[in-house]
């Protein structure tokens, strides 16, 4: 079946321009995440959807970002001001709903480069 | 705070080697584990997990890994690594959100270069 689509696939900005992140996450999963990766580290927690709420925004990392979910389906991350530490993988992944959801499925990432 | 270590950084090893990749985490409580794997130019695909039961948990490809948790530990291995296995190699531990549910803590991940 389909999995955790994203998009764009590769996304270069110029610093302090606004970018939004898609993630369309497997039909069904009420449970998405969104995570990033720097170059050489491991992946870091963002933000959590159960359904259309956010009830876990503990890891976005400033006020420049922020995040949406429609429904149970498609979120979109929206970067605003980039930075060039903003650089980075932007991973969504989802998964069953809660409790269930410690397996998760991921996407192939958004690679965001800011200049 | 949850954290993930993953002591080495590089593995390079030649085929037909054993691999022994090790993960050590710092949750005290009741802990679900995973190893992910990343090829080349693919994204991030389960490895296996460990939820409960057997601390010997076996996935695909031929890992397999062994929660001990009296060193809370996770080492993945494999008796007999192929060209294939090149890839980087994520170990993870849930860690719980405010909301009820369970965020991923990552290692930093291990790179395996198999030599043909």
């Known amino acids: 079946g389909a999995g955790v689509s994203q998009s764009p696939s590769n996304k270069v900005t110029e610093k302090g321009k606004d970018v939004e992140l898609r993630c369309d996450p497997i039909?069904?999963?009420?449970?998405l995440y969104w995570y990033r990766q720097r170059l050489g580290q491991g992946l870091e927690f963002l933000i959590y959807f159960q359904g259309n709420s956010a009830p876990d925004k503990s890891g976005l990392p400033s006020d420049r970002f922020s995040a949406e979910r429609t429904g149970e389906s498609v979120s979109t991350l929206t970067i605003q001001r980039t930075q060039q530490e903003d650089s980075a993988v932007y991973l969504c992944a989802s998964g069953p709903r809660a409790p269930n959801g410690f397996e998760q499925y991921f996407g192939p990432g958004t690679r965001l480069t800011v200049t | 705070a949850q954290s993930v270590s993953q002591h080495n950084h590089h593995v390079i090893l030649s085929e037909a080697a054993s691999l022994e990749l090790g993960c050590n985490y710092s949750?005290?409580?009741?802990?679900?584990l995973f190893w992910y794997v990343q090829y080349p130019g693919q994204h991030l695909q389960l490895l296996l997990k460990?939820?409960?039961?057997?601390?010997l948990v076996k996935g695909i490809k031929g890992f397999e890994a062994e929660f001990i948790k009296s060193k809370f530990s996770f080492n993945l291995r494999k008796p007999s690594v192929q060209w294939s296995d090149t890839a980087e190699y994520f170990c993870a531990v849930n860690s719980p959100l405010r909301a009820g549910s369970y965020q991923l803590t990552f290692g930093k991940g291990t790179k395996l270069s198999v030599i043909p």
């Open positions: 460990y939820f409960s039961g057997d601390p």
């Open positions: 039909s069904g999963h009420t449970a």
């Open positions: 949750y005290g409580g009741t802990v679900n």
